[in-house]
């Protein structure tokens, strides 16, 4: 059974920071691509970022510079660093495993991020 579980959100002021996790089990967690993604209030899901099996990055043009992806393949988890959070980074966060070969994919929970003062 796959089952992804995401913790670290939570409420922080603007310009704050929170580190969330996702700690994955059931898969062979370094052969996936993992994935941040989120959707706030009305909107649709978007991509955050994402780290290849190799460990190669990309981000949305909107967390550039302000958020970290990283992974452990030692602890089965993916990490998204935040950094200089604004009212608009404001969203339920989703992790997302995904092995584009195989056709498979799988999805957190989500967890709640609320910045506001």
């Known amino acids: 059974q796959v089952q992804l579980v995401e913790s670290g959100g939570g409420l922080v002021q603007p310009g704050g920071s929170l580190r969330l996790s996702c700690a994955a089990s059931g898969i062979i967690f370094r052969l996936y691509t993992m994935g941040w993604y989120r959707q706030g209030p009305g909107k649709q899901r978007e991509l955050v970022a994402r780290?290849?099996?190799?460990?190669?990055?990309n981000y949305a043009e909107s967390v550039k510079g302000r958020f970290t992806i990283s992974r452990d393949n030692t602890k089965n988890t993916v990490y998204l660093q935040m950094n200089s959070l604004k009212p608009e980074d404001t969203a339920v966060y989703y992790c997302?495993?995904?092995?584009?070969?195989?056709?498979?994919?799988?999805w957190g929970q989500g967890t709640q991020v609320t910045v506001s003062s």
């Open positions: 997302n495993a995904a092995w584009q070969t195989m056709g498979r994919a799988y």
């Open positions: 780290i290849s099996s190799d460990g190669i990055t």
